[in-house]
């Protein structure tokens, strides 16, 4: 696979009757619920899932996203969805990145990136962010990149 960065969180993924419109192809808003699907796998495989986030009353918010859509894809094709963190200040901010790969042909079908916000669940304030979030994101963010 063509990835634009090596040792990412990958997912695989098909189509489903679900996720197609009109056009006979993906509804562009199913890549955006893709994108938090693999979103929350990787982040609970670095450790913090939807209870921590509760517990610490902090969460990673999308302050922005973009979805640069590269081709269509069909009902029950393959796909490998990938994501990574980019960057990250380790106070407030982090960036996630996301690649979506049709491996048949071995074609980017999309690319996206959400820039992304800590805040405090209970009153949807930015806050900074907490050690563990540190900790747990520190190791899956680009090389020569720090979270904290």
Not at 65 to 86: F, I, K, N, R, V
Not at 92 to 107: K, N, S, V, Y
Not at 123 to 130: D, E, F, I, L, V
Request: glycine fraction near 8%; charge should be negative; hydrophobic fraction near 40%.
């Amino acid at each position: 696979m063509n990835w634009d960065r090596p040792n990412l969180f990958t997912l695989p993924l098909s189509p489903s009757a679900d996720d197609i419109d009109g056009l006979n192809h993906t509804n562009n808003a199913v890549y955006v619920q893709w994108c938090e699907r693999i979103g929350w796998a990787h982040s609970e495989a670095l450790g913090l899932g939807l209870p921590d986030y509760q517990r610490l009353d902090r969460a990673m918010a999308i302050q922005r996203g973009e979805y640069d859509y590269l081709a269509p894809t069909l009902l029950g094709e393959q796909l490998l969805l990938g994501t990574w963190l980019q960057s990250g200040d380790g106070k407030l901010r982090m960036e996630r990145c996301f690649q979506f790969i049709r491996p048949a042909d071995g074609q980017t079908v999309m690319r996206a990136r959400w820039q992304l916000v800590c805040i405090e669940i209970s009153s949807g304030r930015a806050k900074r962010m907490p050690a563990e979030f540190c900790q747990a994101y520190r190791e899956a963010l680009e090389p020569g990149r720090s979270a904290g």
